[in-house]
């Protein structure tokens, strides 16, 4: 669990709480030094209103109290407003909208002269503002690490593959969304990673460490063929390392068909790229795209488009995504070709989606590509709640509702151990709603699209299931 910081104080009974630090009080009136000169500022007794949600407008404020006089003035946070002596119980001020556009906690005080440590105060409170949207939805949890995840189309159920356990490789799950039950349903001699699932959920395709993409048929999981992707001639060893796959990608018109961006782990534990290749069931197409091995290009992630005839990819380095790179790849009947390489500085793709009724490329931090051009064409605005979301969000979208999801802190959020999922309308790119929900890890690895009203993601570890109205209509 991240440590939670103090979000905003909340009055209680003539005692201010810290929330989010335990128990500890503080006076919500400091009552200042009884003796000495006459007092700079004056007691404050109620503040109306007592607090508004971050980002509301500007509004009068007024102070209710004893002893005001009419040189006083209300100051915030230590600075002056423009104030109104009213009595010598009363004072009004206007706070501008520009004071209230975070969650925090303000002190205010009357006072002659530049408020000090002992001077009497309130404080007001700015509250998280209620989030848009339909907020129905059901959110649970299941406590399992994942590799890759991967939902069954026609079954709704998800699969994971787990990563190795004292010494011991991981296996594949099944869960079941409904009850959260989880139950293995496979354990292959080596250890599995990326898995995709056949757009028919006839197949299930799952690379294995050792060298293969192994096939189950769906929905029992009985092995199927193994293809193997071969090897990679290490020069710095003279060893033969075989392919694992980087990434592995259904065509979606042939579920026989796959593509694999092919990688090895050599030397001082780098990772390289041994190209994208095409499979049919296990006989690779002729033509691939070379990987760095041959002075290539470095492709990691892969995405089809929506008839078979491309594949596009974003560029590996070290396991991580190269930002700002997109590669177009014809797919024929020879196999695919590198065709274009679109870099943009102001990309930030940690992973990439092509969505058909667009035509378009789709990027986890908003970004929408036309692959015809390399064109930014639009973007999603992730930057209208909690003060943005902070760069590092997964995405995935449904196009039968014209609806894109996002997942990730946001920059208020990012300490408190939430995490908000923000929908947004498909072609116009229009905030749709938001919910907030509770994490122990900020960043998630992937989100999934699953069933009539799911979706699926999974961190560092657990497996979030969200379901309900906020899924299919997020906007009422």
Not at 155 to 160: F, K
Not at 208 to 225: C, E, F, K, N
Not at 333 to 338: A, E, K, Q, R, Y
Not at 418 to 433: K, N, P, S, V
């Amino acid at each position: 669990m991240m440590e939670m910081p103090c979000r905003f104080l909340v009055v209680c009974a003539g005692a201010l709480l810290l929330s989010g630090c335990g128990s500890r009080k503080v006076s919500s009136v400091n009552s200042g030094d009884p003796s000495g000169p006459m007092p700079n500022a004056s007691p404050i007794s109620a503040l109306s209103p007592s607090q508004v949600p971050a980002g509301a407008q500007g509004f009068t404020l007024t102070v209710t109290g004893t002893g005001f006089t009419a040189t006083q003035s209300v100051y915030w946070d230590g600075s002056p407003l423009t104030s109104k002596y009213v009595s010598s119980t009363e004072m009004t001020a206007e706070v501008p909208a520009s004071l209230l556009a975070i969650p925090h906690s303000s002190p205010v005080t009357v006072a002659t002269s530049a408020p000090k440590p002992t001077d009497p105060y309130m404080y007001f409170i700015i509250t998280e503002p209620n989030l848009p949207g339909n907020q129905s939805a059901t959110v649970s949890s299941v406590g399992v690490q994942a590799v890759d995840m991967a939902a069954d189309p026609v079954t709704g159920m998800l699969y994971l593959s787990t990563p190795p356990s004292n010494g011991v490789v991981g296996s594949i799950v099944k869960i079941d969304p409904k009850t959260s039950a989880m139950t293995t349903v496979a354990s292959p001699t080596a250890q599995p990673g990326r898995m995709a699932i056949s757009a028919d959920g006839a197949y299930m395709y799952v690379g294995l460490q050792s060298g293969v993409v192994q096939r189950y048929l769906l929905p029992d999981m009985t092995p199927d063929i193994t293809i193997d992707l071969g090897e990679y001639n290490d020069p710095s060893s003279g060893v033969l390392i075989p392919y694992y796959a980087l990434d592995l990608q259904v065509d979606p018109v042939n579920s026989h068909t796959i593509g694999v961006a092919r990688g090895v782990n050599v030397t001082q534990g780098m990772f390289e790229q041994g190209g994208v290749a095409i499979y049919d069931d296990a006989t690779q197409r002729a033509q691939s795209v070379p990987g760095v091995s041959v002075s290539g290009a470095m492709i990691g992630l892969l995405t089809w488009k929506s008839d078979g005839s491309y594949l596009y990819g974003a560029q590996m380095v070290n396991g991580y995504a190269d930002l700002n790179v997109v590669y177009v790849m014809p797919v024929d009947s020879n196999g695919v070709t590198l065709a274009i390489t679109y870099t943009n500085a102001n990309w930030n793709l940690l992973s990439i989606a092509y969505e058909s009724k667009s035509g378009y490329l789709y990027g986890s931090d908003g970004t929408i590509i036309d692959p015809a051009t390399g064109a930014t064409v639009g973007s999603f605005p992730l930057d209208q709640l909690h003060g943005g979301m902070v760069p590092g969000s997964v995405m995935t979208f449904d196009s039968s509702l014209d609806i894109a999801y996002f997942l990730a802190p946001t920059k208020w959020d990012y300490y408190n151990d939430e995490i908000m999922l923000e929908a947004f309308d498909l072609q116009t790119h229009t905030l749709l709603g938001a919910i907030s929900m509770a994490t122990d890890y900020p960043f998630s690895k992937k989100i999934v699209r699953f069933g009539s009203d799911g979706l699926v993601s999974f961190d560092q570890g657990s497996v979030r299931i969200v379901q309900g109205g906020f899924v299919t209509s997020p906007a009422q």
